[in-house]
């Protein structure tokens, strides 16, 4: 049996003041399913992107406040929200401690872009899964015609 301990899980820094890690993927085994666990300082923010396969987030501390699709409200500790495949959404750390979320995605690979390029090389192009995580500008990230 394959199990994660999130106690043990530091996670990268991805954006200032976020840290997330991705236990569960296509690149760990897994045929249908990754996890992503998110660790959000009071104020940071998971900016705006759209993710290829459908998400649950589910709020495991901390107050977070989530954007789906142009609608905006709490995810209290022990609530999900649903964000639709290819559904603009985010989150923002709205306490005054440390929150953690955690995602759950119908697919094992994942394509996330980001609305805004962020990062000295422009990325705007994460691919979570098999064999490894892959960051790309959009620009180098399309099929060339």
């Not at 495991?60 to 022990?78: H, N, R, T």
């Not at 290819?86 to 609305?115: C, D, I, K, Q, Y």
């Amino acid at each position: 049996m394959e199990k994660v301990d999130l106690t043990m899980i530091a996670g990268d820094e991805v954006f200032e003041g976020v840290r997330a890690a991705f236990p569960v993927s296509s690149a760990s085994g897994t045929a249908a399913t990754a996890v992503v666990y998110m660790q959000l300082e009071p104020g940071a923010e998971l900016p705006e992107h759209r993710d290829s396969a459908e998400e649950l987030l589910l709020g495991l501390e901390g107050e977070v406040e989530a954007f789906v699709d142009g609608e905006s409200g709490p995810l209290g500790e022990g609530q999900i929200a649903v964000v639709p495949p290819m559904a603009p959404h985010g989150l923002r750390n709205v306490g005054t401690e440390p929150a953690r979320v955690l995602g759950f995605f119908g697919s094992a690979t994942n394509v996330s872009t980001f609305t805004k390029p962020f990062g000295p090389e422009g990325v705007r192009v994460f691919v979570i899964g098999a064999p490894m995580t892959m960051a790309a500008p959009l620009e180098e990230a399309a099929l060339p015609a």
